[in-house]
């Protein structure tokens, strides 16, 4: 094993009036006035979809049309969701007592 020196580099995100540090600034200041939305804007790139990215080699854009349905790959966000019949033999009688009572947002 060879004894390289280590040399400090402060050529990526340490000097000053770079994009990196521009960038750090803005997520920080929208964290303060926008809780959760860096959060949010991570977990919304985890969930891309080959037709978010607009490559046509991923993602057949010229064949969908308003008949296509769902297509595999594509965005399913604004699709209407199956939701199961509840029986009335399940529902739930209102309780008022439970009933809050907001005046003041």
Not at 39 to 64: C, G, I, W, Y
């Amino acid at each position: 094993m060879r004894d390289y020196p280590i040399i400090p580099c402060n050529l990526c995100g340490s000097q000053p009036n770079l994009q990196r540090q521009n960038i750090k600034q803005m997520l920080n200041g929208w964290d303060k006035q926008f809780p959760g939305r860096i959060e949010t804007m991570f977990r919304a790139m985890q969930n891309v979809v080959p037709s978010h990215l607009a490559d046509f080699e991923l993602f057949d854009f010229k064949s969908v049309d308003k008949d296509s349905g769902v297509i595999n790959g594509g965005d399913i966000g604004f699709d209407k969701e199956e939701m199961p019949e509840v029986s009335t033999s399940e529902a739930v009688e209102f309780d008022p007592k439970l009933q809050l009572d907001v005046t003041n947002i």
